[in-house]
């Protein structure tokens, strides 16, 4: 290996040209907004930087983000190599990894500034699982939190409540139209409608909570559904169960629905994640490439002078 005598001075510079790297990594985080743009107006985009889209992203994605990260990599890093300072008393070997590594601080710092403006779409990529996983909680929550509802909504006086259990509520309620006939009025007919719904809301939120209605609440709600509906005590018991079982159901299945939408937003985040980080260290290469070859054009500039004669 060639031998190379360096002078007081070229040891005591710096190797880096930080304002060919800074100007390399403008270039290339312009670029890359200005190619992100456009991949969003072509449809060629599924990442948008306001919300999390759980479909994994496909070719034409995957596509455009390997030639963002050519195209703007590739400037960025070119930029940083021609625009360094000349290093003329440095060994070749030197001044090829001092260029290559131009090319890959003007890469980071251009990452850096793009995830910086992309903040918003960072998190709506790598964070959507987390956030979807709420969903299960939040699938459960109106049967788990009904009674609080039921009870807000008799605090508002108008019967129009918002609690998701209404239905069920309803439905054991209604009156056998034969047997109502025959008895005339309910037996509590103290009790309104909103009352005993408040009741019943609250029994099936615990119960769906706990997993199992109890035996007491079981009779108890047939005893409400007999009174208000005319039905033998047997025939209210099998209602209750026959209506339990279909809420339970209702909510085994929104359950299901959430896991579901949490898992496939999982799978979708780390397809989308493990393409992004191929297509970064694509990236990186590049530029530290495109910066070899603006360096070796820098070193080797011809200066063509306009002679008179």
């Known amino acids: 290996m060639q031998a190379t005598q360096l002078s007081v001075s070229d040891l005591n510079n710096p190797g880096v040209s930080w304002g060919a790297v800074l100007a390399g990594a403008a270039a290339a985080a312009a670029l890359s ?5 456009l ?13 999390f889209n759980a479909t994994a992203i496909g070719v034409s994605t995957i596509a455009w983000l390997a030639f963002m990260q050519l195209a703007a990599s590739g400037i960025g890093g070119y930029m940083a190599g021609r625009l360094r300072v000349k290093w003329s008393a440095i060994h070749t070997d030197e001044v090829h990894f001092r260029d290559t590594a131009h090319g890959l601080l003007a890469w980071a710092v251009a990452t850096l500034i793009t995830v910086a403006v992309l903040a918003g779409g960072t998190r709506a990529v790598l964070s959507g699982a987390i956030d979807a996983g709420s969903g299960v909680a939040a699938a459960v929550g109106p049967a ?9 909504a008799k605090a508002g006086e108008g019967g129009s409540s918002a609690n998701p259990l209404d239905y069920f509520s309803d439905m054991l309620l209604r009156a056998a139209p034969a047997p109502a006939a025959a008895t005339g009025t309910p037996a509590n007919p103290g009790a309104t409608v909103a009352d005993q719904r408040v009741e019943i809301g609250k ?11 109890a035996a007491d609440d079981r009779a108890y709600l047939g005893q409400v559904v007999a009174s208000r509906t005319g039905l033998t005590q047997a025939e209210a018991e099998a209602r209750v169960d026959a ?8 909510a085994a299945d929104a359950k299901a629905a959430a896991q579901q939408a949490a898992e496939t937003a999982r799978k979708a985040g780390a397809h989308t994640a493990l393409w992004m980080f191929v297509a970064l260290l694509l990236g990186a290469f590049v530029a530290s490439l495109a910066a070899t070859f603006g360096g070796r054009q820098r070193d080797h500039e011809r200066v063509l002078r306009h002679v008179t004669i």
């Open 203 to 213: 029994i099936f939120a615990t119960s769906l909570s706990t997993g199992s209605l």
């Open 39 to 51: 991949g969003v107006g072509l449809g060629l985009s599924s990442v948008s930087p306001w919300s």
């Open 144 to 152: 788990v939190g009904a009674g609080a509802a039921a009870a807000g």
């Open 243 to 250: 209506v339990y079982g279909r809420a339970a159901k209702a």
């Open 33 to 37: 907004f200005i190619l992100l743009i």
